[in-house]
Nanobody
Framework: EVQLVESGGGLVQAGESLRLSCTTSGFTYDTYAVAWFRQAPGKDREGVSC????????YYADSVKGRFAISTDEPRNTVYLQMDSLKPEDTAVYYC????????????????????YGKGTLVTVSS
């Protein structure tokens, strides 16, 4: 059974950093892509970042390029999202996600979504 549990959200001021963690189980990064999505109040879900299987191609939304970084720690079964230079518009519930796919499947996943999601962690950025 695929399980995803996010942690690390909180309240920070604009310009500060935060690192989200996602503990995963039930799959390996050799065959599954992993990603972060977010949903702000009153807005649609947005794909933030994705890493293809086998540490494949990495994608970022234009809104976070140069500020966010996705990484994995395979021995710890953990996916990270390092978020720097945070802005008030980054305020959202952030969800870890996973789906079986190729090293270059992230473009499709970020647009259409993935099969498995965690329950989310809230990030609030004050101005």
């Amino acid at each position: 059974e695929v399980q995803l549990v996010e942690s690390g959200g909180g309240l920070v001021q604009a310009g500060e950093s935060l690192r989200l963690s996602c503990t995963t189980s039930g799959f390996t990064y050799d065959t599954y892509a992993v990603a972060w999505f977010r949903q702000a109040p009153g807005k649609d879900r947005e794909g933030v970042s994705c890493m293809g299987s086998k540490n494949g191609t990495i994608y970022y939304a234009d809104s976070v390029k140069g500020r966010f970084a996705i990484s994995t720690d395979e021995p710890r079964n953990t996916v990270y999202l390092q978020m720097d230079s945070l802005k008030p518009e980054d305020t959202a519930v952030y969800y870890c996600a996973a789906d079986r796919g190729s090293p270059w499947s992230c473009g499709t996943f970020l647009y259409y979504g993935m099969d498995y999601y965690g329950k989310g962690t809230l990030v609030t950025v004050s101005s």
